[in-house]
């Protein structure tokens, strides 16, 4: 699958029982549905499935244009 927003870069769906092929499922099952709501500036914005495996796809590519490789871990503290 060609992971919206990314150009060329293909990744394989892999399993539906991984978060990554959950995640690529949904977008690929329901791509203008909406994913999730974030507020900025007080305003809420709607992103869609496709939007969001974008977003996933290109903070996964920025992890490994960093050195980051298959098995390496990393923590991730964001607000919620």
């Known amino acids: ?3 919206p927003g990314t150009g060329s ?3 394989d769906r892999g399993s539906a029982r991984t978060l990554p092929g959950r995640l690529l499922a949904q977008a690929a099952a329901r791509p203008e549905d909406t994913a999730l709501r974030e507020k900025v500036l007080g305003i809420w914005h ?4 496709s939007e969001y495996a974008a977003r ?3 903070f ?3 992890l490994r ?4 490789e298959t098995g390496d ?4 503290v964001g607000d919620n």
């Open 1 to 3: 699958m060609t992971v």
């Open 9 to 11: 870069t293909t990744v």
């Open 46 to 49: 709607s992103i869609t499935w």
């Open 56 to 58: 996933v796809a290109r």
């Open 60 to 62: 996964a590519l920025g």
């Open 65 to 68: 244009s960093v050195g980051l």
């Open 73 to 76: 871990r990393i923590a991730i």
